[in-house]
């Protein structure tokens, strides 16, 4: 019997572009915490509050959209059409990177300026091509479901001494 040493050398793995995978946002880190209620006030001086979260994704070349919102898809009492407000400086773009890039945060900071109650501050992330062309500062239909992360603070602002959140926005606030 007769061994001959041989060595196998398979051909190296052909390189593929990486793909473009949904943002994912680490709300665990989100800072405030989305588990509590925020509560501020708008008197006599509106205090800013800073919303930091990391966001993690592959982006295969394109930048990231994101978008803050106050009662977002919610209806206003009285109006058949979402009473949403983006607000002010609340769109950011996120330059493309990979997965491996656990040091991207989406950042705001936030003053509040609105009706005293209780609200819901949102922030939409998506790929730029996942937001519509001719409102891009809103998720195309056909996209969000594959590209969005959405995450959502409660916030009362100005509460009763008791401290409850009062008026607070329901899908089914809409008066025909």
């Known amino acids: ?3 001959a040493e041989s060595c196998i050398i398979a051909d190296p793995p052909e390189y593929q572009t990486p793909l473009r995978t949904r943002p994912v946002l680490n709300v665990y880190s989100a800072v405030p915490t989305t588990t509590h ?3 501020t006030f708008t008197e006599p001086n509106p205090l800013k509050t800073k919303f930091t979260v990391p966001v993690r994704s592959e982006d295969a ?3 990231l959209r994101a978008v803050f919102f ?4 919610m209806p206003r009492r ?3 059409q979402p009473g949403e407000v983006k607000l002010p400086s609340g769109s950011k773009t996120i330059p493309a990177s990979s997965y491996d890039n656990a040091g991207r945060t989406v ?3 936030w003053t509040p300026m609105t009706t005293k109650g209780c609200h819901y501050l949102s922030l939409i992330v998506a790929h730029r091509s ?3 062309e001719s409102d891009e500062d809103h998720l195309n239909p056909r996209y969000a479901d594959d590209d969005a992360a959405i995450v959502t603070w409660t916030i009362g602002v100005d509460p009763p001494v008791s401290g409850a959140l009062e008026n607070c926005p ?3 606030t809409i008066t025909p």
């Open 78 to 80: 009285g109006l058949t």
């Open 130 to 132: 996942s937001f519509l």
């Open 170 to 172: 329901t899908t089914d």
């Open 1 to 3: 019997m007769v061994f």
């Open 37 to 39: 209620a925020l509560i």
């Open 61 to 63: 070349g394109e930048p």
């Open 70 to 73: 106050l009662d977002y898809q």
């Open 107 to 109: 950042e705001y900071e």
